[in-house]
C-alpha cells in the first residue's frame, strides 16, 4: 500500500487518543530503524499498520510484534505475512515469554516511552525506538543544559544512547503535534538500585539549588528534619555545588554517602 492507502485503512478503524495511536505512514523512516536490527531476533511493541514490521521482517532472523488493539491485529494478520514473522494480540507490558528477543524496535506511543525505557532496562536489552523528540532531548541532555533532569540522568547511567534522526510530525497519521525522533540505545553495565535512583530524583527536583539546599528541601521526604537533613548533606563531597552542574555518576556517588548517612 502507499501512503494515501494507508490514511484511508487509519481514517476507517478510527485511532483511539487513548491508546496513543498515531501510525508511521513514512516507510523511509522505518528502512532506517530496520537497519539496527539486521539478523536479530526482533520484538516490536505497537507495530500499527506493519510498515516498521515488513521493514524487519526484510533484515532481522525474527519479527514478534505484540499489538494490544483486536482491529489492527487482524488487519496485520491478514496483511503481513512472513515466514519469520509472529504477530500477538496481547498487552506487551502483561506477557511474560517474548520468545528470546535480542533486540527492541518500536515507534512507542509517546504515552508508554518512560515505561519502555523501565522495560528494556529490566532485560539489559538494545533497541531502536522512534521517541517524541522532546522527551529524547531530555533523555540525552547533558550537565549544565537546560533539558537536564532525571531522565538525563538515568538514561546516561543505564545507556549509550544514539540520535539517528529527526523524523518530522507529518510521517505519523493522525499527525500529532510535535516531532520525533529516532534514537538506538544500547545497555550499560552499570547498575543503580531503587533508592540511589529516588535520593537522585529528589535531588533533581531542586536541580538549581546547590546539594545540601536541595537535600535540605527534600527532608520530608528523607523521613528526617531539615536541620538534620543540612547537618548530614554538609558532610557530603559536592555539598556547595549546584545539582545541575553534576555529572550523573558524580550524583550516584552523592546518593550513596546520602544513603549511607541515613543509615
Avoid at 494507508?6 to 537497519?35: C, N, T, W
Wanted: aromatic letters at 8%; proline letters at 3%.
Amino acid at each position: 500500500m502507499d501512503e494515501s492507502q494507508y490514511r484511508g485503512v487509519i481514517d476507517s478503524m478510527r485511532p483511539h487518543k487513548r491508546l496513543g495511536q498515531s501510525f508511521l505512514v513514512k516507510r523511509y523512516v522505518a528502512v532506517a530503524e530496520a537497519d539496527y536490527c539486521r539478523g536479530k531476533r526482533v520484538i516490536e511493541l505497537g507495530p500499527g499498520l506493519g510498515i516498521l514490521t515488513e521493514e524487519l521482517c526484510k533484515v532481522a532472523r525474527h519479527v514478534t510484534s505484540i499489538e494490544i488493539d483486536r482491529n489492527i491485529y487482524a488487519f496485520l494478520v491478514s496483511n503481513v505475512m512472513h515466514e519469520n514473522c509472529t504477530i500477538i494480540n496481547s498487552d506487551f507490558f502483561s506477557m511474560k515469554d517474548y520468545r528470546r528477543a535480542d533486540m527492541m524496535a518500536s515507534n512507542v506511543p509517546y504515552n508508554l516511552s518512560s515505561r519502555t525505557l523501565m522495560w528494556l532496562v529490566e532485560r539489559r536489552m538494545p533497541a531502536v525506538l522512534c521517541l517524541q523528540k522532546e522527551f529524547v532531548d531530555r533523555m540525552t541532555a547533558k550537565a549544565g543544559t537546560g533539558n537536564y533532569s532525571k531522565l538525563s540522568v538515568f538514561c546516561s547511567l543505564q545507556f549509550d544512547v544514539e540520535r539517528v534522526m529527526k523524523v518530522p510530525a507529518d510521517s505519523f497519521y493522525p499527525t500529532p503535534k510535535v516531532d520525533s525522533a529516532v534514537v538506538v540505545l544500547k545497555p550499560k553495565k552499570f547498575r543503580i538500585n531503587k533508592e540511589e535512583m529516588r535520593i537522585i530524583t529528589l535531588m533533581m527536583e531542586h536541580k538549581n539549588k546547590k546539594v545540601r539546599n536541595a537535600i535540605e528541601d527534600s527532608s520530608r521526604y528523607l523521613g528526617i528534619r531539615k536541620d538534620d537533613a543540612r547537618k548530614r548533606a554538609d558532610g557530603i563531597a559536592h555539598h556547595s555545588d549546584r545539582v545541575t552542574k553534576l555529572e550523573p555518576k558524580v550524583l550516584v556517588q552523592v546518593a550513596r554517602e546520602m544513603l549511607k548517612s541515613l543509615e
